[in-house]
């Protein structure tokens, strides 16, 4: 199957700090790409959709300002958390897809982000 | 927007016993999954399975897209079997999988 890599797996910052995070189609092209955000023991809430050379869509309910999204090439999208507080502390995990329509998702391996 | 809805929550299973999980959809879907998520939280692709059904080894799964389920058989259970299982679908071109709240497995020795 296809390879999606994320970078960093794990990363702790202080707080009112930003972090970086990585998400890259090692293998193949994404023009979309999405970020999941998971707390500890509940399921995958999407955050947003990235999509190559445009702005990323947000769900409501997530901060457009605070957890920044570029997807600058078609392997690349990153999500940069600013000002991070604890409450941001959480598991975020982006997916992608071969292009084209109804094909399989595959996901990074996830980054643990605990700020402090 | 879509709903999806997996059962049982928990399960525990002594090492070698089968289990079926099920996953109910509120819609149509062009694209069901399931996922194994481990211990550190890697999600990884067991099957793609929009209809019909599949099998891996000891796992299988069937999607009967009609009646908007799909079951996940896990056979001859071993430890390395236990995490969560997710089921995720979407209903509508490149747009983002919805998933279910899981389905957390444990296997015991």
């Known amino acids: 199957g296809a390879v999606v890599s994320q970078h960093p797996s794990w990363v702790i910052c202080k707080s009112g700090t930003s972090v970086k995070i990585e998400c890259r189609s090692l293998?193949?092209?994404?023009?979309?790409m999405f970020w999941y955000r998971q707390f500890p023991k509940q399921s995958l809430m999407l955050m947003a959709t990235s999509n190559e050379g445009s702005k990323a869509t947000y769900e409501q309910g997530v901060e457009k300002d605070k957890f920044l999204i570029n997807h600058a090439s078609l392997t690349l999208s990153t999500l940069t958390v600013t000002s991070a507080h604890p409450e941001d502390s959480s598991f975020y995990i982006c997916?992608?897809?071969?292009?084209?329509?109804?094909?399989?998702?595959?996901f990074g391996q996830g980054t643990r982000l605990t700020v402090v | 927007g879509i709903q999806v809805e997996q059962s049982p929550p928990d399960l525990i299973l002594q090492e070698g016993a089968n289990s079926t999980l099920r996953c109910n959809f509120s819609d149509s879907v062009n694209n069901l999954q399931w996922f194994h998520q481990n211990p550190w939280g890697q999600l990884i692709n067991l099957f793609y399975?929009?209809?019909g059904t599949k099998q891996n080894g000891r796992l299988s799964a069937t999607t009967v897209a009609t009646e908007r389920y799909s079951l996940l058989y896990i056979s001859s259970s071993q430890t390395t079997d236990s995490g969560v299982y997710f089921c995720?679908?979407?209903?509508?071109?490149?747009?983002?999988?919805?998933f279910g709240k899981g389905t957390r497995l444990s296997v015991i020795a």
């Open positions: 399975i929009p209809s």
């Open positions: 995720a679908v979407t209903n509508s071109g490149n747009t983002p999988l919805v």
């Open positions: 293998d193949f092209q994404a023009t979309t």
């Open positions: 997916s992608a897809r071969v292009s084209g329509l109804y094909t399989e998702a595959f």
